[in-house]
């Protein structure tokens, strides 16, 4: 059963960073491609940045290109998004998301079969 658990989220102000942490668990190979979502009250989940199974492709919403990086430690079997110059509208549930199905990153939701529970993250201006 595949398992993807987030954690790292929190409250920060404005300008300050946070690394959030997803640990994937399950999977029968390591070609997976893991990306990072998060919906804010009262909108849609939106992708935030997302990475290949072999770390050689990242791709960037550009409301985080310049301030997040995505990461992954196959070996440990997790990805890491460390988000600096939080802002306000930074804030929301950060979602890791996975799939077995494909090595590239997709920008989709719908391309992501299993989900983590979410973590919090409030940027407080």
């Known amino acids: 059963e595949v398992q993807l658990v987030e954690f790292g989220g929190g409250s920060v102000q404005a300008g300050g960073s946070l690394t959030l942490s997803c640990t994937a668990s399950?999977?029968?190979?390591?070609?997976?491609?893991i990306g990072w979502f998060r919906q804010a009250p009262g909108k849609e989940r939106e992708r935030v940045s997302c990475v290949s199974s072999a770390d050689s492709t990242r791709y960037y919403s550009d409301s985080v290109k310049g301030r997040f990086t995505i990461s992954r430690d196959n070996a440990k079997r997790m990805v890491f998004l460390q988000m600096d110059s939080l802002k306000p509208e930074d804030t929301g549930v950060y979602y890791c998301?996975?799939?077995?199905?494909?090595?590239?990153?997709?920008?989709?939701?719908?391309?992501?079969?299993?989900w983590g529970q979410g973590t919090q993250v409030t940027v407080s201006s």
């Open positions: 998301a996975g799939t077995g199905r494909r090595v590239l990153p997709s920008p989709h939701l719908k391309d992501y079969e299993y």
């Open positions: 399950g999977f029968t190979s390591g070609d997976y491609a």
